[in-house]
């Protein structure tokens, strides 16, 4: 049994009389410590997916289970991270990264213990005492993941985190992110529209038609360690993306190009 089970998944949301297949009988295997990246253009479902596994969301039908548990909402050891950061603007940047071990009644010297380390490894210790409005939008989004790790989760949910930065902030943090939880060891789920933004990122591909929003296909990406954008094998495997857009779904059934 593979760590994440999404089964026969669908979702389908009712407006107005009419109906509307966010998702349409998706299937998918996730094994522990695995970086996925969920593609596609808008509409094809990836957000609506990501929000069922994180418990914001529930299925029309199928099931999705995480370690042999059907996820009906939220889990504690399991966090989200969005495009708008969540910070808290009148607490310290230290303060921020504090806010999850505070509801899991940490005590206060361990939390700032925990905060200053891991601000350490996303480069904003010097930033501790500083409030995120005085922040540029790639810090915040550093403070934003931070705060995440703090908490050992056991899974991080991404929500298109970098869409907001410009292409050169964007870039740095999608080479920090991998080497952040692949250090770590955290199983990502990653949603994004970005080819080369998922190539970086994952360990598999997972690419997404919308209309309704199925699974087209799985792509792994077969590299190792911080990669290369200019190099063959990475250009190799963004041209088959690319070409896995002009396939034809198969309904329910993971599969690979």
């Known amino acids: ?28 295997a996730i094994e522990r410590g695995e970086f996925i990246c969920l593609l596609g253009p808008s ?18 039908s199928g099931s999705i289970r995480i370690a042999g548990e059907e996820v009906r909402e939220p889990h504690i050891k399991n966090v989200t991270i969005f495009q708008n950061y969540g910070l808290l603007p009148w607490r310290t940047v230290e303060k921020n990264v504090e806010l999850g071990l505070e509801s899991l009644g940490t005590p206060p010297a361990e939390r700032t213990e925990v905060a200053r380390k891991y601000l350490a490894v996303v480069g904003l210790e010097r930033f501790a005492h500083s409030h995120p409005p005085e922040l540029s939008g790639g810090m915040q989004q550093r403070v934003a993941i931070a705060r995440a790790l703090a908490v050992d989760p056991d899974i991080i ?14 870039m740095g943090l999608q080479d920090e992110i991998s080497d952040i939880c692949r250090n770590e060891g955290k199983t990502i789920i990653f949603v994004t ?38 190099s063959a094998d990475f250009l190799h ?18 599969y690979y190009i």
Request: one cysteine or more; hydrophobic letters at 40%.
């Open 1 to 28: 049994m593979s760590y994440i089970e999404i089964t026969d998944v669908s979702r389908v949301y009712h407006k107005n009389g009419a109906e509307f297949h966010a998702l349409h009988h998706v299937s998918l």
């Open 43 to 60: 509409g094809c479902g990836k957000s609506t997916l990501l929000a069922a596994l994180a418990g914001f969301d529930r299925v029309t």
């Open 237 to 254: 495997i963004r041209d088959r993306i690319f070409a896995a857009f002009e396939m034809k779904p198969k309904d329910g059934t993971e």
């Open 193 to 230: 529209h970005d080819i080369d933004e998922a190539v970086v990122l994952a360990d598999r591909v997972v690419v997404m038609t919308p209309n309704p929003g199925q699974v087209r296909c799985v792509i792994p990406v077969d590299l190792y360690g911080r990669r290369d954008r200019t």
């Open 157 to 170: 949910f991404m929500d298109e985190p970098f869409a907001a930065l410009d292409a050169i902030t964007r």
